[in-house]
């Protein structure tokens, strides 16, 4: 099917007035609840089949978030799409003003291939709530779940509201000529430039959900097994191919030998060997051979070992690592965790400051000065104190970075803002309106103007 023709099908579809109704709404997202529910095994094993995902971390970072969603908006949707009552001001009474939420028309969602059905079907589900149709253009890198993505929702759903566009680079090339009404992206910072690109060329707007490099800072004042034990598990989940999981380590310098061997009993735990399931591949060759290359094997305190056969790479703590080194130099995107020790945490705050601002970034600390002092000085797109990776998992609160690490966010009814126009209205009365904006104008108007507005 050609774009051209999907795309223009979408906005008559939006323009018919079809998608107003919340309860259209609501029926298009039980049935693509119902579509997932009915197909978890095949989603389950799409997915291993592409980097050899678990159900388990299948159902825990993608499907129960995307459930998670849908019964928000279940819940929510007629209270939040109402139009909004907001005081009138003197100059304009009286009158009543409101706030519409349009559906701004055909969207188009482009998605990464690290959690490949969350981080396209999310952002639907919150562009559906708000009224609007899309084409989603999911990662091509895992292939397997690309594939059955379009699969379903194509053969179960009419193209004027969703649709999947399978491809790659000319595919989304080609999209991205589109004039849509708004363009959803998720993926790297250098892919996004291009999408803002494409996008300023025929002034549509954009969200852009991008990664980057985020710290995790541990101080001395820390409850260093919790740190150790959260860090653990948030650095290589996914393998480490989380755009919000630790990237890299500071650690105040008294307490660094003492949480390496934490993290070191953790890894060891956590059964994250080669043949494991509890333990993701690296998606492919290219990016199996660009983690490689990153790890310094002079400086390899645990881990290290790779398998190219089955693109496993084991769990790499570093160590010794300096500012400069190649690790620091890039997203990591995968799982090595570069350690690096400080001795004031306030010069550590600095030099951050000083850095692009991180998609995600973490304190484990139990000294409120310390924290007040990460809050103040650090910009960053949301974090967490004494946690990692879960401030993403909430549907009452904003997900998205700043700066570098993106623009805009979505998630619950801010995924649900995110996609609608403020569409402001004012009602005026007719039964009085005192004249003074209307000419001739004289010294007594003037005078009463000022005392008005
Ligand atoms: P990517 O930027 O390579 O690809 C993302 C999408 O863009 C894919 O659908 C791909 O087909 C398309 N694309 C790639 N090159 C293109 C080009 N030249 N022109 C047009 N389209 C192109 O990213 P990725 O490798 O899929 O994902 C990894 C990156 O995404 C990391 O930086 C990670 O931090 C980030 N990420 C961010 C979030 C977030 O929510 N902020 C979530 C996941 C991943």
Known sequence: MDYISVFNAQKEFVRSGRTSDTAFRKGILIRLRDLLKSNE???????????????????????SMIYGEINFFLKNLDRIARPRRCRTNLANMPGKFRIHNDPLGSVLIIGAWNYPYQLTLLP??????????????PS??????????????????????????????????????????????TGSPKVGRIVYEAAASNMVPVTLELGGKSPVIVTASADLETAAKRI?????????????????????DSVEDELLGLIRKRLDESSYSDGSD????IIN????????????????????????KTLYIEPTVMTGVGWDDKVMGEEIFGPVLPVI??????????RMSHMEKPLSAYIFSNDKSEIKMFLDRISFGGGCVNDVVMHLVNENVPFGGVGNSGTGNYHGKYGFDCFSHKKTVFKKSLHFEPDMKYPPYTGGKLAWIKRLM
């Open 140 to 185: 091509e890198l895992p292939s397997g779940t690309m594939h059955l993505v379009a699969g379903l929702i194509n053969e179960n759903f009419a193209p004027d509201i969703l649709y999947v566009a399978e491809g790659g680079v000319p595919e989304t090339t080609e999209l991205l000529k589109i004039c849509f009404d708004k363009i959803f992206f």
């Open 232 to 252: 653990t598990w948030g650095k290589f989940l996914n393998a480490g191919q989380t755009c919000v999981a630790p990237d890299y380590l500071l650690v105040e």
């Open 124 to 137: 639907a589900i919150d562009a559906i709530a708000a009224g609007n149709a899309c084409i989603l253009k």
């Open 41 to 63: 095994g095949k989603l389950y094993d799409a997915v291993y089949e592409d980097f050899r995902k678990s159900g388990f971390d299948t159902y825990a970072t993608e499907l």
């Open 278 to 281: 509890n333990y993701v591949r």
């Open 341 to 350: 020790p400080f001795s004031s945490l306030e010069d550590v705050l600095d």
């Open 285 to 308: 060759k290219k990016n199996f051979d660009r983690i490689l290359g990153l790890i310094d094997p002079g400086k390899i305190y645990c881990g290290g070992r790779s398998d190219e």
